[in-house]
């Protein structure tokens, strides 16, 4: 594989993330399938990417129309459906007890040149490396969110990553239209090492009675020229991925500036994680998001 393309990509995880990384790939001519043992949420995601992709043809921005994307895209409950892939990138959620345990599944499945990808934020890329018999063909690639839109992808190289993998993974991003920004198996990576601590600062903020959430919001939008709010932008990741990632961060680097706001954690234990709950920080409904 070290001098072609996948010829069939593989994702793990029809949520936000993994259906915006297969719609990414499908757009770019990939042959792609789409995995997710809830038949209710490969259809959820699929119709996502139609929404998706008919906005994005009439701005011109997919020279094709979305029909001829989703004919590239198959979908499975099945695991099995991956046994042919040459890259395969899980989109699970931010657990690593699950990441690690999907990993030992495929590195069984898949054939033996087959690269590993996690779309972690945060989680050890040696350590989830560590559950298969192919370290070195193991790698991070974690997209941002929403993936059509941000054209980022943060490469991990954990301590076995091969260079061969390491250059199939930038040739991947490449053709998927991302610029990447490499980065050292450390907790948070890059991006997350520094976006998570502002986010957990705002709901300590919040906390605190510093300022309301529109107040908050508005001063690091319009005072630092930042296209969203941290407390907007927390209920659009996931307030339980943000909790993640900031224990993931207060456990490997063990600094109390990494501790979780308890503001954030009560939010997650509510059950109230953002926009794809229906309510985060803000409540959302049809007619926008409001301040919850």
Request: charged residues 20%.
């Given at each position: 594989?070290?001098?072609?393309?996948?010829?069939?990509?593989?994702?793990?995880?029809?949520?936000?993330?993994?259906?915006?990384?297969?719609?990414?790939?499908?757009?770019?001519?990939?042959?792609?399938?789409?995995?997710?043992?809830?038949?209710?949420?490969l259809?959820?995601?699929?119709?996502?990417?139609?929404?998706?992709?008919?906005?994005?043809?009439?701005?011109?921005?997919?020279?094709?129309?979305?029909a001829?994307?989703?004919?590239?895209?198959?979908?499975?409950?099945d695991m099995?459906?991956?046994?042919?892939?040459?890259?395969?990138?899980?989109?699970?959620?931010?657990?690593e007890s699950?990441?690690?345990?999907?990993?030992?599944?495929?590195?069984?499945?898949?054939?033996?040149?087959?690269?590993?990808?996690?779309?972690?934020s945060s989680?050890?890329?040696?350590?989830?490396?560590?559950?298969?018999?192919?370290?070195?063909r193991?790698?991070?690639?974690?997209?941002?969110?929403?993936?059509?839109?941000?054209?980022?992808?943060?490469?991990?190289?954990?301590?076995?990553?091969?260079?061969?993998?390491?250059?199939?993974?930038?040739?991947?991003?490449?053709?998927?239209?991302?610029?990447?920004?490499v980065?050292?198996?450390?907790?948070?990576?890059?991006?997350?090492?520094?976006?998570?601590?502002?986010?957990?600062?705002?709901?300590?903020?919040?906390?605190?009675?510093?300022?309301?959430a529109?107040?908050?919001?508005?001063?690091?939008?319009?005072?630092?020229?930042?296209?969203?709010?941290?407390?907007?932008?927390?209920?659009?990741?996931?307030?339980?991925?943000?909790?993640?990632?900031?224990?993931?961060?207060?456990?490997?680097?063990?600094?109390?500036?990494?501790?979780?706001?308890?503001?954030?954690?009560?939010?997650?234990?509510?059950?109230?994680?953002?926009?794809?709950?229906?309510?985060?920080?803000y409540?959302?409904?049809r007619?926008?998001?409001?301040a919850?």
């Open positions: 594989m070290a001098r072609r393309l996948p010829a069939l990509l593989g994702v793990v995880g029809a949520g936000q993330m993994g259906a915006g990384i297969a719609q990414v790939a499908a757009s770019s001519g990939l042959q792609v399938v789409l995995v997710d043992r809830a038949a209710a949420q259809d959820r995601a699929l119709q996502g990417m139609e929404a998706s992709l008919s906005r994005l043809s009439k701005k011109g921005a997919v020279p094709e129309e979305p001829a994307v989703l004919g590239r895209l198959q979908r499975a409950t099995e459906a991956l046994a042919g892939a040459d890259y395969v990138v899980e989109a699970v959620p931010e657990v699950l990441k690690r345990q999907l990993f030992q599944q495929l590195d069984g499945l898949l054939p033996p040149h087959a690269i590993l990808a996690s779309n972690t989680i050890s890329i040696t350590r989830l490396a560590a559950a298969t018999q192919r370290p070195d193991v790698v991070g690639l974690h997209f941002m969110n929403p993936v059509p839109l941000m054209g980022l992808i943060e490469l991990v190289r954990g301590m076995a990553t091969s260079d061969e993998t390491y250059e199939a993974s930038q040739r991947l991003a490449s053709h998927l239209g991302k610029t990447t920004c980065s050292q198996d450390r907790p948070g990576f890059i991006v997350n090492r520094i976006l998570m601590p502002m986010i957990n600062e705002a709901f300590f903020a919040l906390m605190e009675g510093v300022g309301s529109h107040d908050i919001d508005t001063g690091m939008k319009l005072g630092t020229n930042q296209p969203m709010g941290p407390l907007a932008l927390a209920d659009l990741i996931g307030l339980d991925t943000c909790l993640a990632v900031m224990r993931e961060l207060h456990g490997g680097l063990g600094e109390s500036k990494y501790r979780p706001c308890p503001l954030l954690v009560q939010y997650v234990d509510a059950g109230w994680l953002g926009k794809k709950s229906g309510r985060g920080v409540s959302y409904s007619s926008g998001a409001q919850a």
